[in-house]
């Protein structure tokens, strides 16, 4: 166990829809990064935010969107939902500071199923 | 942009033998650091091992080690005396020391233990 965790486990969507995903961060942790995997293919980077700023982006388009609390948990949230969006979201936290290891360590994943 | 590549996507070994996953990986960067994680069933993300470039020597976990070539831009994970709960997806992953650190995934191996 990572102490990361995820909800909801499963959540089926129907296109055109909006959702909202949500991540704890491991106990100590300030950043969250958010990654999508796509049946059989690698995680790709979605975006991470550190201190409640965004930190980075992948290629992802606008409808993607995200927060972090002042407790560095998180949410994802999808506007517009199309069919391609299904997938497992992964979302990762890990404790950047000058010098640190920085790993990130996951939690057990969200599968949005868009019909 | 950095690229990782695995070109093994499935592997399988006996079990208590020795099974070498392989990954390369494209960068300009002299500092950065790699990563083998491992999915089994249940989705998690773990992370098995960690190098980072600037060290020569390679890290080692237990059971896993892995052979780490910078000049060649190669990272492989040896996983000795393989035991059936190693059965997973593994990904090896490159993060950069610059910008917001995210994981560059390869495509992944999936890993079969024969009893």
């Known amino acids: 166990e990572t102490g990361v965790t995820q909800s909801p486990t499963h959540l089926i969507k129907t296109r055109g829809q909006q959702v909202t995903l949500r991540c704890s961060s491991q106990?100590?942790?300030?950043?969250v990064s958010w990654y999508q995997q796509a049946l059989g293919q690698g995680p790709q980077f979605i975006f991470q935010?550190?201190?409640?700023?965004?930190?980075g982006r992948g290629n992802f388009p606008p409808r993607f969107s995200g927060l972090q609390f002042p407790n560095y948990s998180s949410e994802l949230n999808v506007n517009a939902l199309e069919l391609d969006d299904s997938a497992l979201y992964l979302c990762?936290?890990?404790?950047?500071?000058?010098?640190?290891?920085?790993?990130?360590?996951f939690g057990p994943g969200t599968r949005l199923t868009v019909l | 942009a950095q690229t990782v590549t695995q070109s093994q996507p499935e592997m399988s070994v006996q079990e208590a033998e020795t099974v070498t996953l392989s990954c390369t990986y494209d960068?300009?960067?002299?500092?950065?650091?790699l990563f083998w994680y491992k999915q089994p069933p249940s989705r998690q993300m773990i992370l098995v091992i960690r190098?980072?470039?600037?060290?020569?020597q390679n890290a080692t976990e237990n059971r896993f080690s892995v052979n780490f070539q910078k000049a060649a831009k190669s990272f492989s994970l040896k996983i000795s005396d393989s035991q059936l709960g190693d059965a997973a997806m593994y990904f090896c992953?490159?993060?950069?020391?610059?910008?917001?650190?995210?994981?560059?995934f390869g495509q992944g191996t999936r890993l079969t233990i024969n009893p």
């Open positions: 990762a936290s890990s404790l950047v500071s000058r010098g640190g290891r920085n790993t990130q360590y």
């Open positions: 106990s100590g942790h300030n950043t």
């Open positions: 935010y550190y201190r409640e700023e965004e930190n």
């Open positions: 960068t300009s960067e002299s500092d950065y650091y």
């Open positions: 190098q980072e470039a600037y060290k020569q």
């Open positions: 992953a490159y993060r950069s020391s610059q910008g917001a650190q995210k994981l560059v």
